[in-house]
């Protein structure tokens, strides 16, 4: 369990490629970035380009919430991901489109992207779109996406992209927020050989809603939809009007780039507003550093561009480091769940980064899967979402690395922007279930339940950040308040990530998983994170759910909702509850031990592989009425079947 089992020293292999190769040189280079940050910024700034330099490096207070980076500095991010390459790399791949059919995969130039975004920048502007509007982005994972969004980060226009999974109420909330007058849409999404009618959605979402002038919709499959006259226009023919040049809008480093909505615990999404400058130098250094990139990688992360994942490390970190970046159309398990290795052996990715959710997912389908692939491209494997249990960690290192290449366990969230606490290649020695160390220019600490700091090397409790780095969300889009609310007022003084962690005898950091995750057992604290990994560790089981509910005795009693492995027989659901109680006693101890132990077909996941526990946790107390909202789960019939399994064990 967490206090890695095992250490996997640092590959010569690893080592003889990456910018850092010990400790030493990670701690060196750390010093300097926290000693004197201003210092280590304004160097570091200077691997983008600026029109203009800023006046000053950083400028803030996390007890006020207010944060600037590189003021009086002007830049455009599209000229930085794309302009900048042209003489260099024009003809190199920027993005490789792996469609859903493999057989479709696309390469898109420097060049050609540079003329398709230009193009997109001038239908924008042709439609009235200026510097400051907001334009709503509901697109599947094809060029088309990418190319919105970097137009308009030329014109300045601020995109809002939601995941093309989210249901017409979601988008209209989103619109009404962020107030945008556009919406961009495909007819057809494919996924996994299924159609999705996006633009049907658009309709619904948008329908009666006066701000949206304009919905833009890109032809992805040939089927015809429905377009209202003087509002929708087709993208291609929009497009063909248009001159493959557009100047580059110059921003203000603090100008915002794009907002991004993500749920918290209470109320409404909240629309994360991140910024130009300091957003872009911090996407761009992460990600170099974080996945070890070299000129003439091929980098892939396989993440959809509808999370703040996908826009800073499929699109904007990648791009401005001039890398060959994978789109990923598809699911991985379509056409079967050997699908990311045919698409590593098929491009020889050499980075490559995605969930646990999705590791576990294809890891319990079996070996058999991987074996038949090359993977010898395969350097550095990237993990991102939720704490890796060791089991999917050892399966991701030995059966997809071969013992050969490291991973890097990536923690950071919609709000971070990019990565905060990570190993680096060549730094870390490699401890299953360890996202380790801060990044350069982060500095987190622990604090106690009275936001006492913990100083001691080793520590458990809340983890929060003491100080401002460039690339973090500088507010809620029209909601500052809330903000300052939900991030800087509990600890003030400090960035309340909403996580627990606990920081090992090396300083070495373990994310425990949300606090309102935390169930309080007989007085004992534990993590919900720490008793599924253990749970995931037997044989049988592929993936688990834990969550507190009322217990006469103990306060809060554990459940276990666990999923079983397709090889693990049909073992009777005593069996299983054994299984799974011997293993977390042994594992973490008694005080652990699920209560209740459900066998399930499925868990109620969001469409980025969150498990909802919140259903859960009312399925639990027999609320089945009372779910809420589950229009936003991957698949909510997999609701009704755990409602009957709670239901057959009463
Ligand atoms: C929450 C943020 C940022 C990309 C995707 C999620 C959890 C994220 C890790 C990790 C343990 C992780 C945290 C965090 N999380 N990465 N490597 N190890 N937990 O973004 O939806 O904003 O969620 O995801 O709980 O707070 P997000």
Redesign the pocket.
Known sequence: MSEASRIYPVQDRIRSQSYLKSRADYQAMYQKSVSNPDEFWREQAMRISWFHPFDRVSDWDLAQASVRWFEGGKLNVSYNCIDRHLESRGDQTAIIFEADEPEHARHISYRELHAEVCRVANVLKSFGVKKGDRVCIYLPMIPELAYTMLACARIGAIHSIVFAGFSADAIRDRIIDSQASMVVTANEGLRGGKRIALKTVVDKAVDGLDVVKTVLVAKHTETEVNMVTGRDFDMAEEKARQRPTCPPEWMDAEDPLFILY?SGSTGKPKGLMHTTGGYLVYASLTHQYVFDVHPGDIYCCAADIG???GHTYIIYGPLTNGTTTIMFESVPTYPHAGRYWDMVQRHKVNIFYTAPTAIRAIAREGNQWVAPYDLSSLRILG??????NPEAWEWYYQVVGKSQCTIV???????TGGILITPLPGVNDLKPGA?TLPFFGVQPCVVDQDGQEITTTEAKGYLCMKAAWPGMARTVYGDHERFKQTYFSQYPGLYF???GCTRDRDGDYW?T??VDDVINVSGHRLGTAEIESSINAHEWIAESAVIGYPHEIKGTGILAFVILNADAGSPSDADVSNAVRGQVSSDIGKIARPDMVLVCPGLPKTR?GKIMRRILRKISIGAYDDLGNVTTLADPSVVDQIIQVHKNHK
């Open positions: 993500t999370w703040v994942t993990t991102v979402g939720e704490p890796i366990d990536t923690w950071w969230q919609t709000e996202a990530t909403g996580d994310i998983g949300r980025s």
